[in-house]
């Protein structure tokens, strides 16, 4: 293979998993303010599978041919003019260019430099890789959206998922008695990474084991089982429900203003200077990161497959040789 090309996942319509294919593109080349990055490991999401079949963030990417992915762990090999927070060999990881194409699922991307922080030094590539989408969506949720304070009760739906244990981990970081909902068999691993209580959703609704809640991070949605709007059950007046998979359909800003609580929808976005905090974080041993399975990039499609599956606890992951 030529110096100018590279290996990349690309899908040339949209559909199941059988799609994504390898193929060789061209090798990017870092503007100015840009960093090239040798991907070692590439996270995947919800969002990705959902790209792939045409939702998600389809209408952003338009029609294929692309290439997915967002999260990267990685080397930087070249930097563009004006960069100054980064230098080649420096190892990174970042959520780069969301919602736009980021095409992670290849040996190399390029993008701008302070969208990439310096990976976590406790981690190896395939756990930092695991890191940035997940972990920046609970934080912005958290933190930032949510403004979760010591004391204050949070419910986090879905909590063994990727989101969900950065979720319940940043949540119980700041104090907050964290209420997560899960199978059972995820109860003893989350009580680990500091939930309070836990609720098998599978036996118990929600609405029936928790009230009183400051805070509702929704990693659901309402197309399944109503759970945005069943969550407006368990707030407290003046409460606020993150509503992350879908975000707000006028019924539920209805019922959410009937009930005296407050809804807002929610999509991240890309973040290097919390990526620092949350290395740090995970650095210090106040945050675990989650993999359930790896899948070299030539087998992308049956990563999505077990994605899709669901029931993950963690994370999903690609590595790259290269």
Partial sequence: ????????VVQDGFGGPEVLRVQ??????PLPTEVLVRVHAAGINPVDWKTRGGTGMAGVLGEPPFTLGWDVSGVVEEVGFGVTTLKAGDEVYGMPWFPR??????????????QFAHKPATLDHVHAAAVPLAALTAWQAVVDTAHVQAGQRVLVTAAAGGVGHFAVQFARHL??????TASAARHPWLKELGADET????????????DDVDVVIDLVGDAHDSTSTRSLKVLRPGGLLVAIPAGVSPELAHAAETAGGRVTPFLV??????LTTI???????HVAVEVEETFPLEQAGAAHAR???????????????N
């Fill in 199 to 210: 609720v098998d959703y599978t036996t118990t609704r929600f609405e029936d084991a928790a």
């Fill in 279 to 285: 290395a740090d974080l995970i650095d210090a041993g």
């Fill in 24 to 29: 060789q593109v061209p090798r990017p080349v």
């Fill in 101 to 114: 194409a980021a095409n992670a699922y290849a040996e190399y991307v390029t993008a701008p430099a302070r």
């Fill in 1 to 8: 293979m030529s110096a100018d090309m590279m290996r990349a």
């Fill in 307 to 321: 994605g899709e599956a669901g029931r993950t606890r963690g994370k999903l992951v690609l590595t790259v040789a």
């Fill in 269 to 274: 976005e890309p973040d290097g200077a919390a």
């Fill in 175 to 180: 104090g907050a008695h964290v209420i997560a």
